[in-house]
């Protein structure tokens, strides 16, 4: 009996040993494999040298199910890739999923023995890779060669390497294979960091084809933007924490009204039934001609735009449906909120058409279920006949609290409350150290700000009570940036918090570089909006507005407690 119970014993150790072995062999089965191939500005390099490859990135984007093996070689090109027996370690590797960027030395001159022509030799070694790589059983996918950053005398990017983007493009076309265009969303970002690309991505000074760790880390998260949508099985080996959590790098400028050109003072809301954001807007018409005085700023609605990918791009949507006002009349500078269901506006209203900065404004109060059909409430009795700007938050007792301008006081920053967001009692000054408008109240890092518009860039306040407030020493947004549409001060701002992390909204005035900046030109007029990350720093507020902006908008729940 004994020895009984020790031959089952025994084969019952046996019996977990095996299925134990078998796991782990199923699982590293299952585990996919990443295979890169492709140059210099792939590869990956030792840590004392300054350059690093996009591919050495890869791998922090996914979990530990998916293996990435990097075999770009630098100064390869389609040609000497195979020639070197690199691609033979390639397909040793077995990869299941293979990208391929070539083009920087295949555009090298003729004589050189990497060199390749993009009409022919260059799309045959593709070819190549493509059926090879499928006969044992890979996915391959075509990556066009990231850009260089050299610029004509027009200051636009010299796409030198569009040959062999186009002769990719063409074997994909013709292979049935997936393609990530880097050709493309590399030029769109150097050209939205403008002249500080080079200081930004490059490895050392002069270098303007390779890159440090953050032009790496930037390149690797522009072919990430792709990658799932070209092979959707990717999606599910993601990290949800890690750098895909940024979200995508946001378009510069961010949005521009294609009517009439003159996008300003944004403030953003979740559309809860279309599961896409809106952002309302100031619409002035700034490309109408014959125009007298300031009544361009006059007689438009309010616009929006949408986004359904996280707030990196932006498409014009419309005009709010508002149904208040006779004859000639203006709307401003919206405020969109949402409590119980139900969204609610306070918009300034200005009857007539001024040619001058005369006349009355009221903030009125509009409902909605659908962000796009307004109904009237009412006009807030606030302290004058010429307020604007409202910005409305919600206070930890459950009542509401708006600022405002108060134009007859100089501009300063007034205030009311409310229990319900219907009734308003005005409380008087906020604060009256010094003028400004806009002004947008949030809380983030355990402490209320407030960002207004002092026209000199955005003043900074923080308080702990929404009551007393003590102003930052250095405004945001003073000095102009470098990149397009950005190269002013930024004004009017809105800002929202998801995620934990902090995205400001500003309008530019582009053209505004010069002593002339009010002329009454439209190229003088036309507004831009923009969108910068915010940063907490030694317990105030910067942002780095000529650096990649990557933003990922959650969707919001709505509570009503």
Request: glycine share 8%.
């Amino acid at each position: 009996m004994k020895k009984t119970r020790i031959a089952l014993t025994s084969k019952f150790i046996l019996l977990v040993l095996l299925f134990g072995c078998n796991a782990t062999l199923c699982a590293a089965e299952t585990t996919l494999r990443l295979a890169i191939i492709g140059d210099s500005t792939v590869c990956e390099y030792p840590p004392e040298n300054a350059c690093r490859g996009w591919g050495h990135y890869i791998h922090d984007y996914f979990k530990d199910t998916l293996r990435v093996i990097n075999l770009a070689g630098s100064g390869c090109s389609t040609k000497t890739f195979i020639n070197e027996g690199l691609w033979s370690k390639t397909l040793e590797e077995k990869p299941d999923i293979l990208l391929i960027q070539f083009g920087h030395n295949d555009s090298h001159n003729s004589d050189r023995p990497e060199a390749t022509d993009a009409a022919t030799d260059f799309r045959d070694y593709l070819r190549r890779y493509i059926d090879e790589s499928r006969a044992i059983g890979a996915t391959p996918i075509l990556v066009t060669p990231v850009q260089r950053r050299t610029y004509g005398s027009d200051g636009r990017l010299n796409n030198t390497l569009i040959i062999y983007a186009d002769a990719m493009k063409a074997v994909a076309a013709e292979k049935k294979v997936g393609l990530i265009d880097l050709n493309a969303s590399s030029g769109r970002l150097y050209e939205q960091l403008g002249s500080a690309a080079n200081d930004i991505v490059a490895s050392t000074p002069d270098d303007r084809t390779h890159f440090n760790e953050n032009g790496a880390r930037m390149m690797a998260h522009l072919v990430m933007q792709e990658l799932t949508q070209v092979e959707p099985r990717m999606a599910k080996e993601l990290v949800s924490d890690g750098p895909v959590a940024l979200g995508r790098i946001a378009d510069k400028p961010l949005f521009r009204d294609p009517v009439y050109d003159g996008a300003a003072d944004p403030v953003l809301c979740w559309n809860r039934a279309e599961k896409k954001w809106f952002m309302f807007y100031t619409n002035r018409r700034a490309n109408v001609p014959n125009t007298k005085g300031v009544s361009w700023v006059h007689g438009t609605k309010i616009g929006i735009a949408e986004s359904s990918g996280g707030g990196a791009t932006w498409k014009y949507r419309g005009t709010a449906n508002i149904d208040y006002g006779r004859g000639e009349y203006s709307y401003w500078a919206p405020e969109v909120i949402e409590h119980g269901g139900t969204y609610h506006m306070y918009l300034t209203f200005v009857p007539g058409m001024h040619t001058d900065w005369s006349g009355t404004r009221d903030i009125i109060h509009l409902t909605s279920k659908d962000l796009l059909n307004w109904k009237f409430e009412s006009v807030l009795k606030l302290s004058s006949k010429r307020v604007i700007d409202a910005c409305v938050m919600r206070l930890p007792d459950g009542t509401w609290r708006m600022w405002y301008n108060n134009e007859v006081d100089g501009k300063s920053i007034y205030y009311a409350d409310s229990p319900d967001l219907y009734k308003w009692f005005d409380k008087g000054k906020a604060m009256g150290e010094r003028p400004g408008e806009g002004p947008k109240v949030f809380r983030w890092k355990s402490c209320y700000w407030m960002v207004v518009d002092v026209w000199k860039g955005l003043g900074i306040y923080k308080s702990q009570d929404c009551l007393n407030w003590t102003r930052q020493v250095k405004n945001l947004l003073e000095q102009p940036g470098q990149g397009p549409d950005d190269q002013v001060k930024g004004g009017h701002p809105d800002v929202v918090v998801s995620g934990g992390r902090a995205y400001l909204f500003y309008f530019t005035h582009p053209g505004r570089r010069s002593s002339n900046e009010r002329g009454n030109a439209s190229d003088m007029r036309r507004s831009s909006i923009q969108v910068v990350e915010l940063e907490s720093k030694d317990a105030w507020l910067s942002c780095r507005r000529d650096e990649p902006t990557y933003i990922n908008l959650k969707a919001v729940i709505e509570t009503t407690k």
